[in-house]
């Protein structure tokens, strides 16, 4: 027997309301390639929408999760929890105690948890921005009141406008992440030690989803400062965007009161698994890194050549501007490069992002660029 379910008109009225903090919210507008391009599996296609990696993991990540698959299927079990084991490793190399890491599902889950955790309706929370949008959606969720700050120019970093607004808002949280997406503008440890100073009682997420990308970590903040919060994410870098897994460094106090609000079987076993064999396989994520090294400076050079103004990042994008940027993502489409328009958010008139790859996948797409560009004449022959 199948079960028949009328049919949904547009604007029919929901038989239950959401709460009332949701009615107001906007969704996070979540456009992926992947569905486009899994149907034409003949077609090369470049996937550079999302910043994921655009590699295969370690090959010892395939091997961890069909050998525990093929030994004993114990998926009829909950997974370890609290990732325990990957904790371990993570304690482990990165030289800090257990007591300050926490495991979730992705970095999403992290920044979820940690705004649940410390606001409070009507608390203000200061992101600056352009930034990484759903952040700022699990604030709403919890009542914050968001107050943006833009710096002057959207590609550098101003920590005299940032301590400023700081001292002056005594924000109970803000959002800052570094390299910044979608800019790259980032803030160095010894700047980020001034903020943590000039608000104590205000809690500083530092979202790290790049920092394999930079080289570059605050870690070293949390010896001397209890109000901050690192996020890290198995996404990017390690080519893990599928499995959902990140985690955050803090103080072991904020770890306890953020781990309140996030189940222990939260991450599953397959996922961590594959976390720590990608975490064991270094090599791997700095052969990665060097491509994508690599990459950046041959589309700089590109774009000198050409004229396009291009803003290279310490992380794994690019950002470009063009004079019809919907048109010219809509062209690249069409020749298999799927890239993020960010052309309409504020400071970013006309930007486009570009995940950044191997230099082979770096020439084929700057190929595809070239021949989108000629056909509106914005580039010489
Ligand atoms: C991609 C991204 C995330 C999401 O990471 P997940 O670990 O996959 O949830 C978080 N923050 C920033 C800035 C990102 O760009």
Same mark, same amino acid.
């Given at each position: 027997?199948?079960?028949?379910?009328?049919p949904? /008109?547009?604007?029919?009225l +929901?038989?239950?309301e959401?709460?009332?903090?949701?009615?107001?919210?906007?969704?996070?507008?979540a456009?992926?390639?992947?569905? &486009?391009?899994?149907?034409?599996?003949?077609? /090369?296609?470049?996937?550079?929408?999302?910043n994921?990696?655009?590699?295969?993991?370690?090959?010892?990540?395939?091997?961890?999760?069909?050998?525990?698959?093929?030994?004993?299927l114990?998926?009829? &079990?909950?997974?370890?929890?609290?990732?325990?084991?990957?904790?371990?490793?993570?304690?482990?190399?990165?030289?800090? +105690? @257990?007591?300050?890491?926490?495991? /979730?599902?992705?970095?999403? @889950?992290?920044?979820?948890?940690?705004?649940?955790?410390?606001?409070?309706? =009507?608390?203000?929370?200061?992101?600056?921005? +352009?930034?990484?949008?759903?952040f700022?959606?699990?604030?709403? !969720?919890?009542?914050?009141?968001i107050?943006?700050?833009?710096?002057?120019?959207?590609?550098?970093?101003?920590?005299?406008?940032?301590?400023?607004?700081?001292?002056?808002?005594?924000?109970?949280?803000?959002?800052?992440?570094?390299?910044?997406n979608?800019?790259?503008?980032?803030?160095?440890?010894?700047?980020?030690?001034?903020?943590?100073?000039?608000?104590? @009682? *205000?809690?500083?997420?530092?979202?790290?989803?790049?920092?394999?990308?930079?080289?570059?970590?605050?870690?070293?903040?949390?010896?001397?400062?209890?109000?901050?919060?690192? *996020?890290?994410?198995?996404?990017?870098?390690?080519?893990?965007?599928? &499995?959902?897994?990140?985690?955050?460094?803090?103080?072991?106090?904020?770890?306890?009161?953020?781990?309140?609000?996030?189940?222990?079987?939260?991450?599953?076993?397959?996922?961590?698994?594959?976390a720590?064999?990608?975490?064991?396989?270094?090599?791997?994520l700095?052969?990665?890194?060097?491509?994508v090294?690599?990459?950046?400076?041959?589309?700089?050079?590109?774009?000198?050549?050409?004229?396009?103004e291009?803003? !290279? *990042?310490?992380?794994?994008?690019?950002?470009?501007?063009f004079?019809?940027?919907?048109?010219?993502?809509?062209?690249?489409?069409?020749?298999?490069?799927?890239?993020?328009?960010?052309?309409s958010?504020?400071?970013?008139? =006309?930007?486009?992002?570009?995940?950044?790859?191997?230099?082979?996948? *770096?020439?084929?797409?700057?190929?595809?660029?070239?021949?989108?560009?000629?056909?509106?004449?914005?580039?010489?022959?």
């Open positions: 027997m199948t079960l028949s379910i009328a949904r /008109t547009e604007n029919a +929901p038989a239950v959401p709460a009332r903090i949701i009615r107001g919210i906007k969704p996070y507008q456009v992926s390639s992947l569905n &486009l391009i899994r149907a034409q599996p003949d077609r /090369t296609a470049y996937k550079i929408d999302w994921e990696s655009t590699v295969l993991p370690s090959p010892n990540v395939a091997q961890a999760i069909t050998g525990f698959l093929s030994e004993n114990h998926v009829n &079990l909950y997974p370890v929890l609290d990732s325990a084991n990957l904790i371990e490793k993570l304690s482990r190399f990165y030289a800090i +105690p @257990e007591e300050n890491l926490l495991v /979730t599902a992705g970095s999403d @889950e992290a920044l979820n948890a940690i705004c649940t955790t410390y606001i409070n309706a =009507g608390d203000p929370v200061l992101v600056p921005s +352009p930034t990484y949008e759903h700022v959606l699990f604030a709403q !969720i919890r009542g914050a009141r107050v943006r700050w833009y710096a002057e120019d959207p590609f550098k970093s101003d920590l005299e406008g940032l301590l400023a607004q700081v001292k002056r808002i005594q924000p109970r949280m803000v959002y800052l992440v570094c390299p910044n979608p800019t790259g503008v980032m803030y160095r440890p010894d700047e980020i030690a001034q903020l943590l100073q000039a608000a104590p @009682e *205000t809690l500083f997420i530092v979202d790290e989803a790049y920092g394999e990308f930079a080289r570059a970590t605050a870690l070293e903040l949390l010896r001397d400062y209890k109000n901050l919060v690192i *996020t890290r994410t198995f996404s990017k870098a390690y080519g893990l965007a599928g &499995l959902r897994i990140g985690y955050m460094f803090a103080d072991a106090a904020l770890i306890r009161d953020i781990h309140r609000v996030v189940s222990p079987k939260s991450v599953g076993i397959l996922s961590q698994l594959g720590i064999a990608a975490l064991e396989d270094q090599d791997h700095n052969r990665f890194v060097d491509a090294e690599q990459s950046k400076v041959q589309i700089a050079v590109w774009a000198e050549k050409h004229g396009i291009c803003h !290279i *990042t310490p992380a794994n994008f690019v950002m470009m501007r004079e019809q940027a919907p048109w010219v993502v809509r062209q690249l489409a069409e020749e298999g490069i799927y890239v993020r328009d960010r052309s958010m504020e400071k970013l008139q =006309g930007f486009v992002r570009f995940s950044v790859g191997t230099p082979e996948q *770096t020439d084929g797409i700057l190929r595809g660029l070239e021949s989108v560009l000629r056909g509106i004449g914005q580039l010489e022959l």
